[in-house]
């Protein structure tokens, strides 16, 4: 709740910024894409939206941990999840993009004055993501563990898990650390995460896993959701390596 406030605030911040406060510099913005827009700036931009999509992978313990769980309880807390996340992006980015159009930065931030009020929406951001944190680390490091348990044939023991649990958490805790250090664009990492890992939970992995249980599903599926799950699984695997190589591209001509 720390973090959904947290999120709320920015966002209601840039909305007010938009609304009460007028930047004096002209702004340039459009509807429509730009008519020098190449292939590759639309490639790698367009994981950015993708990663929107991200926290599917905590589908599963949501409904694990859900009371009295159906199938309609279950629809109405993923239309309640994905409508306060369209309400939380579509008005940050709708009212970053109107006030400072092509002139905003992936942190819209930094486009505020500096202030009182983005000082502490800088501090909620970080509590914000400290607070998330543990929620990508865990079905991250339980992956993992399930992919160690496979590869050897057989389930840990007790304490052969709690040893695992600990070298994948400090391995991660590390490991992102570092990236955290390294990298200083937040642009370029949301796109990194959308390319590889948001489109691999959000288009590969459930055509995927739609067709393998339907192959092996003693009811009969409908042809019409079979050949929907291949489009998305093979838009995914379209996707994945076209804006992975642009974003690669897109950094190597910035370095040059």
């Known amino acids: 709740m720390v973090a959904i406030c947290s999120w709320l605030y920015v966002s209601m911040l840039m909305a007010g910024y938009a609304v009460w406060c007028h930047d004096p510099h002209p702004r340039v913005w ?5 008519a ?27 409904a694990s941990e859900l009371k009295d769980r159906s199938l309609e309880r279950l629809d109405k807390v993923l239309v309640c999840a994905v409508n306060t996340g369209l309400v939380i992006f579509a008005t940050a980015g709708l009212s970053g993009y109107l006030t400072f159009g092509q002139e905003v930065h992936a942190n819209f931030l930094e486009n505020l004055p500096a202030n009182g009020f983005t000082l502490l929406g800088k501090c909620l951001v970080l509590l914000a ?18 992919l160690v348990q496979s ?3 057989r389930v840990l023991s007790r304490s052969a898990d709690r040893i695992c649990r600990r070298v994948f958490t400090v391995l991660i805790l590390v490991g992102t ?20 890992g948001s489109n691999t939970v959000v288009l ?5 896993l739609y067709m393998r249980g ?17 489009l998305l699984f093979l838009l ?4 994945l390596p076209t804006c992975l190589g642009a974003l690669v591209f897109k950094l190597l001509a910035r370095a040059t």
Do not use: E
């Open 30 to 34: 459009q509807v429509f894409p730009p």
């Open 36 to 62: 020098d827009m190449t292939f590759v700036q639309f490639a790698s931009v367009l994981p950015v939206f993708i990663f929107s999509f991200t926290c599917h992978q905590n589908l599963f313990p949501v």
């Open 129 to 146: 993501v400290i607070f998330t944190y543990p929620l990508q680390l865990h079905p991250c490091r339980r992956s993992l563990m399930i």
């Open 151 to 153: 590869l050897q044939g």
């Open 177 to 196: 650390g570092l990236l955290a250090v390294a990298v200083h664009d937040l642009g370029i990492t949301l796109a990194f995460v959308g390319a590889v």
């Open 204 to 208: 590969i992995m459930p055509g995927f």
């Open 214 to 230: 339907a192959h092996y599903s003693t009811v009969p599926k409908p042809w019409s959701m079979w050949l929907l799950a291949l």
């Open 236 to 239: 995914g695997c379209v996707i």
